[in-house]
């Protein structure tokens, strides 16, 4: 089945860092999501992205849709505490809009 | 604003008991997406209904069910729980708006 590759699977980086994450695919996909999910509760959306090449910014996030429609990254920039927690990546392909989910990156700031 | 809402939020059960996990989506949203995440897991699609039809199937085990309501909210139906039945189970609509997640039910099995 369809299978999305994201690294690196965990960052432990100093606050003011930036910070890039990327997820691959084998498979195209028509959308990309980047979620952020705390312990014990559902992934909340960070950036949407559906066109091919597009750049979008949340903030401090910035994420990008591959042009290949095979990858995405996700930029995180002048990090800060509580940025802590686990990104996911996702694609949505087909007509029914489920989504595929990458394995995540746990995301670690020293203060 | 409204979001997804699920319950109950954490649920005990022994083995071989059944449970039930609502989810009630955002109003106007007609799609549920049903997902399962065990700890340290990513999500893993399960099921998802549109306008009160099945449109997708995942890697939902037998002893699961599910279905959505006239009402649009769904109930995912689990029966004979086995421990690695122990799991994150959110859900997620889809409307004008994009996806929302519901901050999903904890099941722990013992």
């Known amino acids: 089945g369809q299978q999305l590759n994201q690294s690196p699977q965990s960052m432990f980086i100093q606050e003011g860092e930036d910070v890039s994450m990327n997820c691959t695919s084998s498979?195209?996909?028509?959308?990309w999501l980047w979620y952020k999910q705390d312990p014990g509760e559902g992934p909340v959306l960070l950036i949407a992205?559906?066109?091919?090449?597009e750049l979008t910014s949340n903030g401090r996030l910035t994420a990008q849709f591959g042009i290949t429609r095979k990858d995405s990254f996700l930029n995180i920039s002048a990090s800060i505490p509580s940025d802590v927690g686990i990104y996911f990546c996702?694609?949505?392909?087909?007509?029914?809009?489920?989504?595929?989910f990458g394995q995540g990156t746990t995301l670690q700031v020293k203060p | 604003a409204a979001g997804v809402i699920q319950s109950p939020r954490h649920l005990i059960k022994e083995k071989r008991e059944t449970a039930t996990l609502k989810c009630y989506p955002i109003?106007?949203?007609?799609?549920v997406y049903w997902y399962q995440q065990g700890p340290g897991q990513d999500p893993q699609f399960l099921i998802s209904?549109?306008?009160?039809?099945?449109?997708d199937k995942g890697s939902i085990p037998d002893r699961f069910s599910a279905q959505q309501f006239s009402d649009y909210h769904s109930e995912l139906n689990m029966s004979s729980l086995e421990l690695g039945d122990s799991a994150l189970y959110f859900c997620?609509?889809?409307?004008?708006?994009?996806?929302?997640f519901g901050s999903g039910t904890r099941l722990t099995v013992v």
């Open positions: 996702a694609g949505r392909s087909g007509n029914t809009g489920k989504l595929i």
């Open positions: 498979s195209i996909f028509n959308t």
């Open positions: 992205l559906y066109k091919a090449g």
């Open positions: 109003p106007r949203h007609d799609t």
């Open positions: 209904f549109y306008e009160k039809m099945q449109s």
């Open positions: 997620a609509t889809l409307g004008g708006g994009g996806y929302t």
